[in-house]
């Protein structure tokens, strides 16, 4: 029996997150929304983070575009833009941790989830840094539910990555959770600590592993 932590990535979508948030409601989970800037920009529903918020969720910063990992980008003003743009329009909803994930392009933990300037950005306004251990796959295949339990079991605490701008996540995501409930496992809002590479501006080892391969 293993602990889940479930996280919602790349979104707010006005059509699919409104039907991810009753699939939760549901089931009594609370979980965590690393939210992408220009998709807030797009909302016309300006109540959505409202009711995540009031839902009792996280909403949290998982950068301004979207498009660039931190690692890859040109100069210390886009990485730190793309953080900060996204915390401005989170704004008085951010978790008070000021939860940040960077943009994974796929999933990998390499070194180019982060630079050196994001890096001290980060520390010095007080950022917490969450990556995660567990990629659910579920944007390249709607069959991601098999898949994820497996590497559930294998994990005392697993910190999920799913998407709710996609289609089939709300019926996907209610089998999932019923089939891990049948299984045994219990749901928690909080992430597992050695996920956190970064609490309130503290740097983690596991973050100092992850930038020193990029040879900071
Ligand atoms: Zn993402």
């Not at 944007?139 to 991601?144: A, G, K, V, Y």
């Not at 089939?179 to 501006?201: D, Y």
Request: proline share 4%; charged share 15%; net charge negative.
């Amino acid at each position: 029996m293993s602990t889940i932590t479930l996280s919602f990535d790349n979104g707010p979508d006005p059509i699919i997150t409104p039907k991810v948030l009753s699939i939760l409601k549901k089931y009594h989970i609370k979980t965590s929304f690393f939210m992408v800037g220009t998709s807030i920009e797009a909302l016309q529903d300006e109540h959505l983070l409202n009711n995540i918020y009031d839902q009792g969720h996280w909403i949290c910063n998982h950068t301004y575009t979207h498009t660039v990992q931190l690692g890859e980008t040109k100069s210390a003003k886009q990485a730190i833009d793309e953080i900060e743009k996204c915390q401005r329009l989170i704004s008085s909803f951010s978790h008070p941790c000021k939860y940040f994930r960077p943009y994974g392009a796929g999933g990998i933990l390499s070194p180019a989830l982060f630079n050196e300037a994001s890096i001290e950005y980060l520390a010095a306004n007080q950022y917490s840094c969450v990556l995660w251990n567990c990629i659910a796959y579920d944007w390249e295949d709607q069959n991601w539910i098999e898949g994820t339990l497996q590497q559930v079991a294998n994990l005392e605490h697993a910190l999920i990555v799913l998407h709710d701008f996609l289609a089939y996540m709300p019926e996907t995501l209610d089998h999932f959770i019923q089939k891990a409930l049948e299984q045994g496992h219990q749901f928690t809002q909080f992430f597992p600590e050695s996920s956190v590479v970064m609490c309130s501006g503290e740097v983690s080892n596991a973050l100092l592993v992850l930038s020193q391969k990029n040879q900071f």
